[in-house]
């Protein structure tokens, strides 16, 4: 294909990825430093801003999630995720590479509940329950130690990476996101899958992917295993352009509409919350169980699950009745949820530098002074309040007009119809107004 | 409380700006981004500074003492003249969409031109 | 040794450093050092201080490793000469107390941190050899018998309130009694005026002179420099509740309502404001002896501290002359 670059092709790269030693050891400095949150947040000073599960997860991790690993890199926060490692291991029977022997009932997936649906809940959970999560050290941890244990038990029980594909909410939108990334795993040459009978790909990925016939990057975590268990060398890893994997031809779910609809709604809510200056919006946010905090649950999930959704369908609907195509509502909602792909990822990018930016100034001295105890391992000085400064501000608006211009393109090229301006207008005005409103909420 | 109040402020470009800031509950802070102005206020003890809105635009303005759990969220909103940002945001939208709508156009225009006949002769 | 060994061996080390420093850092770190005492400060609604009694022998030095867990707060210690030391949350600050007397002292905060701040109290006890710190003599509401929670409206009040510069130029014609230290602790200013209005001496002085020369009287038992050290007292400790200018309008009670002493029903339901000093009817009948029988005792069914272990003596007078100044000029 002209518009890939085969990765593998480069020898150094080639052998970096086929040896399992670089991913095995980020992979254990990952489990080791997800190890050290947890009990930072646990032992650690109750203050946030001052203890390193709360810097470290929610401003360095989350940033170099937002504005590196997925827009660079699709996926690629997955392939070095301590999360999975100790049930993987416990299921290969071997740390560095399967033995075989492992242990585990290896169950499949109830049918029932596969698909975007639980990662979409699980994300709008933690938007639910975020003003205290990101700011209570033990609850950031405890949150942390049950997701790893949660990940541990989903691993004794079914077959391989059952939490990251079917609970994890980051893998949720990373999978979602993944489609516009840049990065992809393929097969070189189809004919020589064909002629070979033993998929030894099928078998060997944690994913549960088919390799071979991977059409889309939602569901490839970038672990590499295929590669290094196909014996005829055949698996590329190409670099693409951005959003190769939306089109007019490419299949997607309502499922996947759905959770690019909550990560919408999230973008928004959490502008609201964090960003805007309504005090009691986020001390309603803050006092779980109170009754504010219901009227606040209230609005959010009625925002999430009736008018953004709403907002969507009416938009499809009408692109329909203007451009006269026939098709089954959902049918066109699943297909169309492709906008809110690089319109959702834009939006988040662009509020994560609304934050990020001034609070990186806490990650040095959080790094000297990892529980607020009273370190001070590099002497770092302790952080001032920070601000948003005129180029972060551009910064957000760059994005979310980058993000627009992309949806819009997406718009156009999706839907197929003899008049793609009649039935996508709808939808671009759809995500116009989105952006308006993050605009607002950000730079307003 | 974790709240400014009046939470929005408006005032107009070069307007001198006095803050008073009475803390409530607890020792609060006030540091507004774009200016170099903070101030800390202990409940008892008003503080007042002044300063001149030279710059126009949206800053938000934020509590700079550590004040409890929602502390880095204590936020508020001060609007000095026009936000030119904002509504430079709205037109470079626009774009943004006339943009996307016009290179689509452009490359499926491309991808429909026929190709040109080829002249050959033999003989 | 295999990879696969070599592999598990790597991630056993790796995560046992991750985990032995946090763990190393909050089991080890109170065993380290002489005497090392953590203590946490925290809003009263979050718990107070996490120690309520600090244990110390004379002579030998505590050290304190202070902390804050939730917002700005302080460690003072009450009629010391130690100077508060701030405690930002998150952070770790360290010092050392040494005490050359036996005796009970008491730690609190000097940042306000909330409506119940003042209950933010612990106490320090002191054994070891040698006398007790010197016994302050008996406060002098106790020594005259006076109900604390007693609230005398004056008398009689002025008109305007009086300027203790105006009534400077009567001082000649003032009675011994009137500048003397007993009759100042034991009189209220508007007690003071009536015994002045029955003088044949001042007969010819105007009521509103009179008011003025109690105003010098009053005043000259302080200086400028004594009213300005209890303006500091007063603006830390004081002023968040009773208002910056003293009119019982101050940040914490905004949400209560104002003191009606007509309607006694709703007065014992109900916490309601302090009292305006600035209203000539509420200070102007109280002695200076029952102000400060107030401020060391509090209570009286209101919010009122009780600052008798923080304030020495002598800052207690100084405050009481400085609240007068709220009335009078």
Known sequence: MMNRVDLTRFPTIRSLLRSRWPQF?????????????????????????????????????????????????????????????????????????????????????????????????????????????????????????????????????????????????????????????????????????????????????????????????????????????????NIAVNLRPWGSDLGPKTKHRLDETFLGLVMLASALIDSAVFLGPWGELKSAAYAIGSGSWWVFAGAFLLLTLVILPGLFGLAVWAGQKLSGVKE???????????????????????????????????????????????????GTAAAGVGQETSTSLFLQVGLLALGLFWATRVAGRITGSKNPGKQSAPLIAFSALFTLAMAWLLVG | MFQFSPAEITVNAGDRVTIELVATDVVHGFSLDGYDFNLTAEPGQTVSKTFVADHSGSFRFRCSVACGNLHPFMIGKLQVGQNSLFLRAIALGILAVAAGMWTLHSSARKASKPTEPIGMSAG | ????????????????????????????????????????????????????????????????R??????????????????????????????????????????????????????????????????????????????????????????????????SGHGAQFASLLPAYATAQETYLTSSPAQLWQRLRAEPGLASVSDTDLWDAVAFAWLSQTSPEKLAAAQKLYSTNCAACHGEAGKGDGVMVRGLPVIDYQNHQAMAEQRVRPPDFTDPKNLLGTSPALLEGKMIRGGMGTGMPYWGPIFTQQQLGELVSYIYTFVLK
């Open chain 1, 25 to 233: 050891l980020i992979r254990a400095i990952t489990l080791a430093g997800f190890v050290f949150t947890i009990l930072a947040g646990l032992l650690g000073s109750a203050v946030g801003s001052h203890n390193f599960s709360i810097i470290f997860v929610w401003i360095a991790w989350w940033t170099a999630l937002k504005l590196f690993f997925i827009p660079f890199g699709g996926r690629s926060w997955c392939s070095i995720c301590p999360i999975p490692m100790p049930g993987e291991w416990l299921q290969n029977g071997g740390i560095l590479q399967p033995k075989g022997k492992g242990i585990g009932l290896n169950l499949r997936w109830p049918k029932f509940l596969r698909g975007d649906w639980l990662q979409a809940g699980g994300f709008m959970m933690i938007g639910l329950f975020s003003a205290v999560t990101l700011t209570s050290p033990l609850v950031t941890a405890l949150v942390l130690l049950g997701i790893i244990v949660l990940s541990l038990v989903l691993s004794l029980v079914f077959e391989r990476r059952a939490f990251c594909n079917y609970l994890c909410p980051i893998g949720g939108f990373t999978g979602l996101y993944a489609q516009a990334g840049p990065v992809e795993v393929r097969v070189k040459d189809s004919s020589v899958c064909a002629a070979h009978s033993e998929k030894t790909c099928y078998t060997a990925c944690p994913w549960g992917q088919y390799p071979l016939a991977l059409k889309s990057s939602t569901a490839c975590g970038l672990c590499m295993e295929c590669l290094r268990v196909c014996p005829k060398d």
């Open chain 3, 66 to 163: 202070l902390t804050s867990d939730d917002v700005m707060h302080s460690f003072a210690i009450g009629k010391s000469d130690q100077a508060p030391i701030d405690i930002v949350p998150g952070e770790v600050v360290e010092t050392t107390l040494n005490f050359d007397k036996p005796g009970t002292y008491t730690f609190y905060c000097t940042h306000w941190c909330g409506a119940n701040h003042w209950r933010m109290r612990g106490t320090i006890e002191v054994s070891g050899p040698g006398p007790a710190s010197t016994k302050e003599p008996q406060p002098l509401f106790l020594k005259l018998g006076l109900d604390v929670d007693m609230v005398i409206p004056a008398e009689v009040t002025p008109a305007a309130l009086p300027s």
């Open chain 3, 1 to 64: 040794m295999n990879k696969e060994t070599l592999a598990r061996i790597l991630v056993i080390v790796l995560v046992a450093a991750a985990a032995a420093i946090p763990l190393a850092g909050y089991f080890l770190t109170p065993i380290l050092g002489v005497k090392t005492i953590e203590l946490h400060a925290r809003m009263a609604e979050n718990g107070g201080w996490s120690l309520d009694t600090i244990q110390a022998v004379v002579g030998q030095p505590v050290h304190l």
């Open chain 1, 328 to 378: 089954s509502l959902g049918k066109a909602m699943a297909q169309q949820g492709q906008v809110l792909v690089p319109l959702g990822m834009m939006a988040w990018i662009a509020f994560t530098v609304s934050f990020a930016f001034t609070k990186f100034g806490y990650v040095l001295p959080v790094v000297s002074d990892p529980l607020g105890n009273g370190w001070n391992f590099l």
